[in-house]
C-alpha cells in the first residue's frame, strides 16, 4: 500500500454498492447513507485505504492546494474527527510543528482585536501538577472519591503527547464585545489549530469536565476573575480510531428566511 497521508493523498478502494468510477459529485455520509450532494468536482464515494470509512475522499491523486483549495479545504474539514486523548501517542508536534499550530489560532476572527483567549501548553514536565490538581478537584467534588477514581481523574493529565488548555477572559478590554463574541473568537481558533494538527497527520480531541471550573485547576493556571477554562485539545499520533461519525447535512441546520 502506498503511503497515506490522514488529511491528504489517500489511496482508496470503492465502497461496495457505489459506483467505483469518478463521479462529479462528492460522497457524504448522510445518517449513515452515502449520498451524492455539492458539487467538488473529481470526488466520489470512496472508503479511505488507512481507515475504511466510506467519507469524502480524493480519487487517485493528491489534492493540489494551490489549484484546488477549495477542494483540499473540505477534506481537510471532513478529515478533522475527536480521537480519544487516550488513543493519541507519541510523537507529537515538533517545534516547528507546534509553532504552526500555536500561530494558526492567530487568523481566528476577533472583534476589536481584543485578544479574549490564551493558549497554556502544558509540557511533560508540568503534567504532574496538572494532575494533582485534577485529582483535587476530584476530591472537592466527591470527599468519598476511592483510590482508583482518584487514580482515574489524575491519570488524564498524562494523555496525549501535546495538551493546551484555552482560557477566555471574558472582560477585558471593550464590554460590548460579550462573552458569546468572545467564545465564538476562541472556538475559531480551536478550530484553525485543529485543523493544522489535521494537515499535520496528527489526531486531536477536545476535552472539558468538571475539573476546569475547579478551584485547583484556577488556581494552578492562575485563572483571573473574569476568565474561564473552556476546554482542553489534544494533539498526538494516531493509536486507532473510530468510524468517522455520520455528519448532518446542510438541509439539517440550514434555513432561508422569506422574503415579505
Ligand atoms: C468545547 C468542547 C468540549 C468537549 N469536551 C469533550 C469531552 O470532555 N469528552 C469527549 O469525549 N468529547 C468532548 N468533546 C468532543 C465532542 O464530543 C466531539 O466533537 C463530538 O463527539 C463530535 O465528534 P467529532 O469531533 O469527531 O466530529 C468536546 C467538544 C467541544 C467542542
Known amino acids: 500500500m502506498p503511503p497515506v497521508h490522514p488529511a491528504i493523498g489517500y489511496s482508496f478502494a470503492p465502497v461496495a454498492g457505489l459506483k467505483s468510477k469518478p463521479s462529479p459529485f462528492t460522497a457524504t455520509v448522510v445518517r449513515g447513507k452515502l449520498t451524492s450532494d455539492t458539487e ?18 480524493r480519487v487517485n491523486t493528491p489534492i493540489d492546494p494551490m489549484s ?11 478529515s478533522r474527527q475527536t480521537v480519544l486523548p487516550k488513543r493519541l501517542v507519541a510523537p507529537g508536534p515538533d517545534a516547528g510543528q507546534l509553532y504552526a499550530l500555536l500561530g494558526a489560532a ?18 511533560t514536565e508540568a503534567r504532574e501538577r496538572l494532575a494533582q490538581a485534577f485529582g483535587a478537584a476530584l476530591l472537592q467534588r466527591d470527599a468519598c472519591a476511592t483510590q482508583e477514581q482518584q487514580a482515574q481523574a489524575r491519570d488524564k493529565a498524562f494523555r496525549a503527547p501535546l495538551l493546551i488548555l484555552v482560557v477566555v477572559d471574558a472582560t477585558c478590554g471593550d464590554p460590548d464585545v460579550n462573552l458569546f463574541e468572545r467564545m465564538v473568537s476562541a472556538g ?32 494552578l493556571f492562575a485563572l483571573g476573575a473574569g476568565e474561564h477554562a473552556v476546554c482542553c485539545i489534544s494533539v498526538g499520533t494516531v493509536q486507532s480510531r473510530r468510524p468517522a461519525r455520520p455528519r448532518p447535512s446542510p438541509a439539517d441546520y440550514v434555513r432561508y428566511l422569506r422574503a415579505p
Not at 106 to 123: E, F, G, N, T
Request: glycine share 6%; charged share 10%.
Open 68 to 78: 484546488d483549495p477549495a477542494a483540499w479545504a473540505a477534506v481537510l474539514m471532513q
Open 106 to 123: 492567530a487568523s481566528a476572527p476577533d472583534h476589536k482585536q481584543l485578544l479574549p483567549w490564551r493558549l497554556v501548553v502544558i509540557p
Open 188 to 219: 475559531c481558533a480551536i478550530q484553525n489549530m485543529l485543523l493544522m494538527a489535521t494537515a499535520q497527520g496528527y489526531g486531536s480531541a477536545l476535552t472539558s469536565g468538571k475539573a476546569l471550573t475547579s478551584e485547583p485547576l484556577r488556581a
Open 40 to 57: 467538488l468536482p473529481a470526488y466520489t464515494g470512496f472508503a479511505c485505504a488507512c481507515c475504511q470509512t466510506a467519507k469524502l475522499c
